[in-house]
Antibody, heavy 128, light 110 residues
Framework: QVQLQESGPGLLNHSQTLTLTCDVS??????????WSWIRQSPGKGLEWIGR???????AYNPSLRSRVSLTMDTSKNQFSLRLTSVTAADTAVYYC?????????????????????WGPGTSVIVS | QSVLTQPPSVSGAPGQRVTISCSGS????????VHWYQQVPGAAPKLLTS???LRPSGVPDRISASKSGMSASLAIGGLQSDDEGDYFC???????????FGSGTKITVL
């Protein structure tokens, strides 16, 4: 059973760069079968998808964050990372890493997306 | 402002059936699988089910999802106190090239 664990600084100052890492165990991020995502939740608010990355290097980002965010993978460490530049108080949130969403074809040739089927416990980030 | 629209709250008595709606557009719900997540206070969200009817192991069959056009629904039958929490719909959006979430619905068991 795959498990994910986020790590990073809990507190940053305005305009600094946030870097978070997600350690994956019980499964390989080297698998072509999955994308890996970052998702955040501001205090008392809903969920916001930040972006996803695949072992091929393919990435996709939330249009509202695209100019400040980048995702990378380190397959030797079985981890992937988030880098968010020029943070403000609006970036204060709990940050989650997860597996998915990933597109696939079923036996009839119909295309579907799997959801984010595994999540880390989340790590709180406060920007002062 | 969320791309997918959900009611802020729904409630029901134990044993009742409740449904949560999720409204989107052609580029997301109209085209792609809709996923539903449950989040209880202090915990990470958990994938419940999807409109393709795939349900992770451990999720009871009294929880089901459906989709029609640009709207989706989550139904929970035999409501239990453990069902209290926040529920989010989500789908890939082909126009935004992004995964979008609903605004969330809080379920209260009376």
């Amino acid at each position: 059973q795959v498990q994910l664990q986020e790590s990073g600084p809990g507190l940053l100052n305005h305009s600094q760069t946030l870097t978070l890492t997600c350690d994956v165990s019980g499964g390989s991020i080297n698998s072509a079968s999955f994308y890996w995502s970052w998702i955040r939740q501001s205090p008392g608010k809903g969920l916001e998808w930040i972006g996803r990355i695949h072992v091929t290097g393919s990435t996709a980002y939330n249009p509202s964050l695209r100019s400040r965010v980048s995702l990378t993978m380190d397959t030797s460490k079985n981890q992937f990372s988030l880098r968010l530049t020029s943070v403000t108080a609006a970036d204060t949130a709990v940050y989650y890493c997860g597996r998915g969403p990933t597109g696939y074809y079923d036996t009839r040739g119909d295309h579907h997306y799997s959801g984010v089927d595994a999540w880390g416990p989340g790590t709180s980030v406060i920007v002062s | 402002q969320s791309v997918l629209t959900q009611p802020p709250s729904v409630s029901g008595a134990p044993g009742q059936r409740v449904t949560i709606s999720c409204s989107g557009s052609t580029g997301n719900i109209g085209t792609n699988t809709v996923h539903w997540y449950q989040q209880v206070p202090g915990a990470a969200p958990k994938l419940l089910t999807s409109s393709s009817h795939l349900r992770p192991s451990g999720v009871p069959d009294r929880i089901s999802a459906s989709k029609s056009g640009m709207s989706a629904s989550l139904a929970i039958g035999g409501l239990q106190s453990d069902d209290e929490g926040d529920y989010f719909c989500a789908a890939w959006d082909d126009s935004l090239i992004a995964y979008v979430f609903g605004s969330g619905t809080k379920i209260t068991v009376l």
